[in-house]
């Protein structure tokens, strides 16, 4: 017999088509089945979280689109857009309104944008403002005043300050040769943060004298004009260059001689009328970029430099003024992204192209455009991983990373699908998200509505696929930061008593502090009962045996919880003490059986109440609850329940509630979800001779876990031996497991030593390593 030991899964799920590559690598880290199980970092494998119900969608009828809104590392957003609306989602709850006719209500703002028009819309960033680009509109700001008011306006390409209404030159008398000179003025806003610089306004022509050489201009005041600048034509060829600038309304030309080479802008507003509206955006070198438009669909379209609106030019041309170009190729490619790396990458329908400059930056002088591959991307945006562009091929079902590479020493493609291609087969992916938190994973919807996920760590080389499925039909995702890790939200479409529904949810925390927090349910919410409030406080005292049945008094300190309703109601008090490193907890629970006043009833001791609880005030006390109401959106559903840690037997929703078996303090109720995985068949890495062709017995399972409960393992999904622990008691939950668990398997398991791993419990399951000992037989 011989134990072989697969000690990491980070390969993911390998296509049928890899299954025979033991000659490398990633065979011997693949799994045959990887369904909603996530691949870790570090190799091992655990089962996802599950989804918590937020909100159905404003009209189930119209498809949604999720876009990720990004302030700061607190305050964060899901901006949910509907058919020419759009809600907000807050710290896993809508955002209402605060005041006014229409408050407590989901908070909603008016967007041109209709549900079949979603796919298109491009989006960009900074601080407080998005950008959005589409085809069929002018290019449109969305901007963040409060959590419930948010403000939306096409965007206006002429400059902050308006020119100066008129500008009058006067000549200072003289005589001799005489010369004719014209004057531009123009009106110059500084905020601060950046300069914005009028249109001109042109004086009258002046005769001035050799003698003299001197002549006076005058403007009216332009609103909000820091200062003005004065431009000069001396040689009637119609270019101005610049002589000087004045706080005051008046300029005094000595004959100062213009500097041609700093003449004032141009303005310009390139997206005017149907079919020159951008359909990309983003943001490079401080300039605002668009590209793609109808009727340009190979033109790139980049502001003045800090002047993000601001299209305007010179002549001759400034470093920082704004650049146009358009990229010659064999065919003509709509440009679909723009990412900002160390180069400008554009992505195109039929190829990937960089953008470069000198090294003082890009300017319409030193710009450089390279293709660099022909792969072409789709419309699903791409996301940064590390210093890689992770997008999609332009048939969508073919992932690649866009990079630098040391080696090739230039930016390369690399296929990510290639070793997981039966994932994608025959199907194409919609929409994307990037949870760099905790575990770098790409999520991707596939059309049929299943979540692909992708553990992604360049550095590494580690490219792990998964799937996962629920009960329903994933449409679109997004993920923003949320407190110490990133949250990723979805729309599902689900059917519900016969009705399509669509609900926004929100994959909960994989980091459980405790059993009675995991949440390993679909679509579903949590009763929590558990006291929060330091201050408030529960005492037990009056007690002779402290032994069920007997009637004790309960008194709250620092809070009046009870009423006559009270009687009939549940509580849990517990009290937890270190001994030696290591942390126990004691309970009790009561029924109110009698009231007094509104700070003391008599309760019944439903079991024995430990010593440490007697006569003692603890904080750690909940309210416990059998009837669970609320899940009015899970009717006619058969849901999982986690009842204080303990798993509670399946209910179906009636009337929008069930009626648990015992009281809790704490429920978590959902949709129930398996979670399983499978090994590829064993063959023995580094040997002289292959054991594929051999029957193979697996005679005992050793599997490594962390932090794990709820472990069924066989031969396949129809063949799962339970792993033999204590059943859950309704007293105090069985801890999570840390370390080797054995299970006990038929002695007839005969194949190709394939290891099966199912969690169908709402518990969480960390598979690190998997050692099974096996024998090998003939031929």
Not at 33 to 57: D, H, Q, S, W
Not at 160 to 188: C, D, E, H, K, L
Not at 451 to 474: A, M
Request: charged content about 20%; some cysteine.
């Amino acid at each position: 017999m011989t134990s072989v030991l697969q000690p990491t899964f980070a390969a993911g799920e390998l296509s049928p088509s890899a299954s025979a590559r033991t000659d490398i690598a990633r065979y011997y880290t693949g799994l045959r089945l990887c369904r909603n199980f996530m691949v870790m970092p570090y190799g091992g494998v655990r089962n996802r979280p599950g989804t918590k119900f937020i909100a159905e969608v404003a009209d189930s009828t119209k498809r949604n689109r999720l876009i990720p809104f990004e302030f700061n590392d607190e305050q964060t957003y899901i901006l949910q857009f509907s058919d020419f609306t759009m809600r907000v989602i807050k710290d896993g709850g809508q955002v209402v309104f605060s005041g006014g006719p229409f408050a407590g209500l989901p908070y909603q703002v008016a967007m041109p944008y209709g549900q079949f028009e979603l796919p298109q819309l491009n989006y960009t960033q900074s601080a407080d403002l998005m950008t959005f680009a589409h085809p069929t509109y002018k290019p449109r700001e969305l901007g963040r005043l409060a959590h419930d008011n948010w403000v939306t306006s096409e965007i206006s390409f002429a400059p902050r300050i308006v020119a100066p209404a008129s500008a009058t030159a006067t000549p200072t008398a003289g005589t001799g040769v005489t010369q004719s000179w014209r004057y531009q003025v123009t009106a110059v806003l500084d905020d601060g943060n950046s300069l914005d610089e009028s249109l001109p306004v042109t004086s009258n022509a002046v005769t001035v004298f050799a003698d003299t050489a001197s002549a006076t201009i005058v403007w009216p005041a332009v609103a909000g004009a820091t200062y003005y600048i004065v431009y000069k034509d001396n040689a009637g060829a119609g270019i101005y260059g610049f002589i000087g600038r004045a706080t005051a309304l008046t300029f005094t030309d000595r004959n100062i001689t213009a500097v041609k080479t700093d003449t004032p802008p141009n303005g310009a507003d390139p997206f005017v009328g149907a079919g020159n509206y951008p359909g990309a955006v983003g943001y490079y070198q401080q300039r605002l970029v668009f590209s793609g438009s109808n009727l340009n669909p190979q033109t790139t379209w980049m502001s003045k430099t800090g002047l993000f609106k601001n299209f305007g030019f010179s002549i001759p041309n400034k470093d920082d003024d704004a650049i146009t170009f358009t990229i010659a190729s064999k065919q003509v490619n709509r440009m679909r992204h723009l990412v900002g790396l160390d180069s400008l990458l554009g992505l195109t329908s039929g190829g990937e192209w960089t953008f470069t400059g000198a090294d003082t930056g890009l300017t319409a002088k030193t710009i450089n455009a390279r293709q660099k591959g022909y792969d072409g991307s789709s419309l699903v945006p791409p996301v940064v991983v590390g210093n890689n562009a992770v997008y999609l091929q332009a048939r969508g079902s073919r992932v690649s990373s866009f990079g630098y590479s040391l080696e090739a020493d230039g930016f390369v493609a690399g296929d990510l699908t290639l070793f997981s291609a039966h994932l994608f087969k025959g199907h194409q992916l919609t929409s994307v998200a990037y949870q760099k938190i905790p575990d770098s994973i790409v999520w991707y919807v596939r059309d049929d509505g299943k979540l692909l996920g992708l553990t992604y760590l360049p550095e590494q080389q580690l490219v792990g696929w998964h799937w996962h499925d629920t009960d329903g039909f994933i449409e679109s995702i997004a993920c923003i930061p949320e407190g110490q890790e990133d949250a990723l939200y979805m729309v599902v479409r689900r059917n519900i008593n016969g009705v399509e529904k669509r609900y926004v949810e929100r994959m909960a925390t994989r980091q459980i502090l405790s059993v009675e927090d995991a949440f390993f349910v679909d679509c579903g919410l949590t009763y929590d009962g558990r006291n929060t409030d330091p201050v408030k406080k529960m005492t037990l005292s009056g007690g002779t045996t402290w032994g069920y049945p007997e009637v004790v008094t309960m008194t709250a300190d620092g809070h009046f919880p009870f009423t006559i309703d009270s009687v009939g109601k549940n509580y849990s008090l517990a009290i937890s003490e270190t001994v030696e490193n290591e942390i126990t907890t004691e309970t009790v629970r009561v029924q109110v059986v009698g009231f007094t006043n509104a700070s003391i009833v008599a309760v019944k001791l439903l079991i024995v109440c430990p010593e440490s609880l007697r006569g003692v005030a603890v904080t750690d006390w909940a309210r416990q609850a059998t009837k669970i109401s609320g899940l009015d959106h899970l009717e006619g559903k058969t849901v999982s329940i986690l009842a204080d840690g303990s798993v509670h037997p399946q209910r179906v929703v009636h009337g929008g509630f069930i009626t648990l078996q015992e009281a809790a303090g704490i429920a978590h109720i959902g949709l129930p979800y398996n979670s399983d995985m499978q090994t590829l068949d064993i063959e023995l890495r580094n040997a002289n001779e292959t054991v594929l062709d051999k029957k193979i017995g697996v005679t005992s399972l050793t599997v490594i876990v962390e932090e794990s409960r709820g472990i069924f393992a066989g031969k396949d999904k129809n063949s799962l031996y339970e792993e033999k622990t204590e059943r859950d008691t309704y007293e105090m939950p069985l801890e999570l497991l840390t370390g080797q668990t054995a299970i006990a398997i038929s002695n007839d398991w005969q194949g190709k030593g394939r290891v099966f791993i199912r969690q169908s419990d709402p518990l969480p399951l960390s598979v690190l390593a998997v050692i099974p000992e096996v024998t090998f037989g003939g031929s």
